[in-house]
């Protein structure tokens, strides 16, 4: 079965910075593009970033600048640096790859808060 672990986030002050990981078993993840999604109470799922399979890169304007996405085919494992966070990052996270079937990880909530 596949499955998309993820680890990572938690509650951080305005400017600090959280690094997220997903890591992914039961597929060739060399071959698959991965995503991070976030959606805060009240608003649509919203795509952060993606990186393809070539390590082609795709950030939403609001987090470009200051969120890195990259992967480690080795490790089967997808990375979301966030620096110089806002309060309104505040959201639960989603790793996502998509396929011929979408797979998703468990969530993980990053707090950005005073």
């Known amino acids: 079965q596949v499955q998309l672990v993820q680890s990572g986030g938690g509650l951080v002050q305005p400017g600090g910075s959280l690094r997220l990981s997903c890591t992914a078993s039961?597929?060739?993840?060399?071959?698959?593009?991965m995503r991070w999604y976030r959606q805060a109470p009240g608003k649509q799922r919203e795509l952060v970033a993606a990186?393809?399979?070539?390590?082609?890169?795709t950030y939403a304007e609001t987090v470009q600048g200051r969120f890195t996405i990259s992967r480690d085919n080795a490790k089967k494992s997808g990375l979301l640096q966030m620096d110089s966070l806002k309060p309104d990052d505040t959201a639960v996270y989603y790793c996502?790859?998509?396929?011929?079937?979408?797979?998703w990880g468990q969530g993980t909530q990053v707090t950005v808060s005073s």
């Open positions: 996502n790859v998509p396929g011929t079937a979408d797979y």
């Open positions: 039961g597929i060739f993840f060399s071959l698959y593009s």
């Open positions: 990186i393809a399979r070539d390590g082609v890169t």
